[in-house]
């Protein structure tokens, strides 16, 4: 993990310190992932990534009270909104498709504070369980193998798939709320299917960028190379031109069609 700039830091001590103050004994640890865990974290384009563990189920209006919290809690001058879950040590614990959650927060745009108690689950926590395990950093509470299992690969595979799935309706939408939608959406599909291409192919974890520099390294015989040039420019802060739709369908359908295989 590379240095964390000390406002970052700073703000990851606020958040367990609303933690804290609203689950006392029953918060069992929580964890940073995603590219600020793994030294890939740009202040413009990444998101402060946190998972939590608490004891026990919650009463609603305790979940709610912690995620306006969490929400109004103010994010570090140099950038970076929050994603965060919280969710049961029992939960935690035992591999499922869709995990249940207790609460969802997000600072994107305005402040999304879900309750759990409303939704089946999320799917995209195997992937945040399993990123929090091979290269999570704990920010209170045990390492983070003493709580999360060895992930499930098919699990996973369906999880990179929804993701895909998502994006593509996300583009289709016009990436709504970001300022210059069509680069978003093809810096995000395009790094967000080299990751899943390097898990498939080498059954490793890591952040977009990672995955992106993999498939540099590959011979992949796809012609992909602007595509990741491009993806990459756009997650260092610049504007490159814009590549076409056709050749961003093809290069992220091509990796789809090879996580569909696997998963049948």
Partial sequence: MGEVDPEVERYLDDLVLVLRGHLGGKLVGAYLHGSLAMGAFDPGRSDVDVVAICAESLSRSLRLAMGRALAATPRPPSGGDLEFSLVT??????????????????????????????????EDLVVHFAMARARGRALVGPDPKDLFPQPNRESLIRTFLGDMRWAREQSAAGWEGHHMPELASMAYRVLNAGRSWRFLEAGTLGSKVEGAAWVRRRDAGLDGMPLIDAALAFQRGEIPETPAEADVEAFVSTIEAMLQDESR
């Fill in 89 to 122: 040590e029992a939960v935690a614990r035992a591999p499922s498709p869709t995990p249940p959650f207790e609460l969802h927060v997000s600072t994107h745009q305005q402040p999304d504070v879900i309750d759990g108690g409303e939704h089946p689950g999320d």
